[in-house]
């Protein structure tokens, strides 16, 4: 079963307007939230994070929103450019008894930027 | 330039003949980690390294081994692949003490076993 969902696979936006990307997940020992971006045959990277002790966390155009009660967080992006196009992971984290850390991913949501 | 490095970027192979995907990280990073991508699963995690001669099993180790003599390089090894090994590998690093949830990822191995 897994941990962290993305039930949209895919999302089409036009440039200028809000991409808004849904993560749920179950487990609640997980202590921090990530996203990352993947482009075509590049790994992914990093975009934004936030901890489980917060509700929002926002940087430029990228905001992520926690709620905890809902075991939900959300990608916002404004304004959505052609150059956000990409496959959008989320992860979660939880520090492990011995100081290791589990990443769990989810399956990933393709989002396209229209011009 | 900071990276994560992996080799082979694209690699096809048979059943049970033993191969090694390297990986090295130059950010001095104490975290390194594997993970494998497959439509509609994610990224999963293999194993993962706190540091020198320290590892740990992740969600789906079973089938791969890791060693991680020096703390920049982190290989992952297939006794004896079978295809459902194939896969796109990521290989990851951070740098646990500053920003631990910072993962720095390679550009990904293609693994094809036949």
């Known amino acids: 079963d897994q941990q962290v969902k993305q039930n949209s696979p895919s999302l089409s936006v036009q440039e200028g307007r809000i991409s808004i990307l849904n993560c749920d997940y179950t487990?609640?020992?997980?202590?921090?939230f990530l996203w990352y971006k993947k482009y075509p045959a590049e790994g992914p990277t990093f975009l934004i994070s936030?901890?489980?002790?917060?509700d929002k966390n926002e940087d430029g155009r990228f905001t992520v929103f926690l709620n905890k009660s809902a075991k939900h967080l959300s990608l916002h992006i404004v304004p959505s450019q052609p150059g956000d196009s990409a496959v959008y992971f989320c992860a979660a984290s939880a520090a492990l008894i011995n100081y290791g850390q589990n990443f769990v991913f989810g399956p990933g949501t393709r989002l396209s930027v229209l011009p | 330039e900071a990276q994560v490095t992996q080799n082979p970027r694209y690699l096809i192979t048979v059943t049970g003949k033993k191969l090694t995907v390297t990986c090295s990280q130059n950010?001095?990073?104490?975290?390194m980690s594997w993970y494998r991508q497959d439509p509609g699963l994610g990224l999963r995690q293999i194993y993962y390294?706190?540091?020198?001669?320290?590892?740990d099993k992740g969600d789906v180790p079973e089938g791969y081994k890791v060693s991680r003599k020096e703390k920049r390089n982190f290989p992952l090894i297939l006794e004896s692949p079978s295809p459902n090994q194939t896969s796109l590998y990521f290989c990851?690093?951070?740098?646990?003490?500053?920003?631990?949830?910072?993962?720095?990822f390679g550009p990904g191995t293609r693994l094809t076993v036949l």
């Open positions: 936030i901890s489980s002790i917060k």
């Open positions: 487990n609640s020992m997980f202590d921090y």
């Open positions: 390294s706190m540091n020198v001669e320290v590892t």
């Open positions: 950010m001095n990073h104490e975290y």
């Open positions: 990851a690093s951070s740098p646990m003490r500053i920003r631990p949830h910072e993962q720095f």
